[in-house]
DNA sequence: CTCAGGACTTACAGCGCTGTAATGCAGCGC
DNA sequence: GCGCTGCATTACAGCGCTGTAAGTCCTGAG
């Protein structure tokens, strides 16, 4: 049988409680009492039973993470570190899969859940503002990502979109490109990430032309392939670098490129955005934009701790960096 | 607050034992009485609460999935399926991350978990037979995946390796390839997946050239780039078709051979193998085996909950499909 | 030397549920 | 009409822990 904290306290002479009180490191211990417990607690190999602690402290040890789809690359390398640093949080994370369907994502919020959750970390595509507004406030939240307007009612995680823009199209023009089109899902062509390229495309002295600034339509690659393709078929010049908001996009925008002669990036300079990770396999590989992703997994856990129902909501921004491979300085 | 069982209890008239029989499906509860208690839970909008549940019955109603890196595509999106299985099964899952470390394997069957596991679903990578045949009987669990001596321990659930990598090289053959390389992670050359390519080789009445069945020496892209790059350069002549036991190993090869100026397909045929989701942005676009991940996640599961101890180990096999793409039937 | 007050420790109830044993109550055979 | 059987239901203990209130012990000021 597994040890309990009562076999301790009696191996070590003390009260049960004051056992829990060495385990959850609670003040008011001496130090002779607290050895004798340790020792006691190494001995018998006690561990605390979870269930039992969550029963009488009325909270569950679980929190939801909640993304579109797990098997996205980028969604798997952020929930591969929310999981890391929930174990130094003592929090059990359990998975969700929304498909980016707002019912999906409003039923976490609103529909009682078997196991209470302690918080939920979500990312989400479908929600509203007003979804957002009306959730229950005394279910921890914090938001995840770029979905517009979402994120003044909740807690957000994020980094600067616009200056990660920026600093990506800035390499490309350093690399003495001029002509430099955008490939974003469209068609809200406000997103952050194309007006930080028009932020450098500005300080740069050049005049932004909106009619290189592309919406694909969709995020997964074939959209950007049959953007960008349909395009150039029409008879448009081609350009001389790309930035696509997002890593798909950008290699299906390489694909057009390829498939029409042009070459990556002797001809066609190509940056995306989000470092997701393809083990250097492809050819030629992405330069993108990398966000620190295990920066943004524990300020959404800590925020998720601190939270309380009521407080205003808090904006938190993770760094970046730019990952500069193949696409836009060649191979070799 | 939220309702009890009690107060359920006390809304239909009958005591709060009964009230658990009808959340809980047992029998001998009067139709009759079924209806009021059903009513009386609808009403007040009860849920069980999971602590309490687990904590009555000892178990933790949580299982555990390790992989090496959640963010390698194969395994995010095996756990993807994995965690809508389980869902169905009334499972929390509880990732873990491996590293493929033998220590962080080990440590997941030994350890003392802070919640009791009801059990744990492993795709190991260090771990020894012995390592499996020495753990706790008592925590039940699945095994995924090839490492090969492991499954002779624990249930395990696979595909048919051999045959698998025998349809994927004949599909090259029917090609009309006939100088067919074979290139795996080694140097443990008795790998299913090469098996299955000498079967081939061997049904179609070619002779296999152990020469060109290469050891990459790590599962990475660069590693196979590397190892098909120097064997190019070493003045070997090129293979018209290359069998790759990892989609990650056949994107490196396809690096290789096209950085050395050879067309795929045209000129060389590549397949892989697991079938990992890279939204067909690649080009070429990865001819693959693809395993069913949905029917594995299911028998892992099923397996896991029918795990008795001491019983003996079962082999459950998982149907796969060849996906044909651009790197082996060209674009367009 | 006394006593207030802080440091440390303990006893105990109770978190919400389930398993077990016990009880109630028909219907049945004799 | 009695005991028996088996279904339907109930009472109650207890899962292992933590919060609270109530101690006990020691120190230093008066």
Redesign the interface.
Known sequence: M?PRLTDVAEAAGVSMKTVSNVVNGAEHVREETRQRVLAAIDKL?Y??????R??AQGR???IALAVP?????Y???L??RM??EAESF?W??????TGGRREAELALLTE?????LDGIVMSPLGLTAEDVQNRDPSLPLVLLGEKAGTEHHADHVGIDNREAGKVATEHLLELGRRHVMALAPGPRMDDERINGYRDALAAAGLQTDEDIVLATGGL???DA?RTLGEWLDSGHPAPDAVFAATD?LA??A??AL??RGLRVPQDVAVVGFDDI???????PTLTTVAPDRVAIARLALQALRDQRPGSDPKRLQAPFSLVVRESTTG?G
């Not at 561990?47 to 039992?52: H, M, S, V």
């Not at 059990?92 to 899969?97: D, G, L, N, S």
């Not at 009682?112 to 209470?116: K, L, Q």
């Open positions: 597994r190999g561990r605390p039973n979870i269930a039992a969550n029963l569950s040890g679980v789809q797990l098997d996205r690359p969604f798997a390398s929930a591969a999981l890391d003592g059990i994370v359990q998975f969700h899969q009682r859940h078997p196991a209470r997964r690659g074939q392939e798909w290699m299906g390489i694909r390829v498939l990770p393809y083990d250097l396999a492809t050819l191979i």
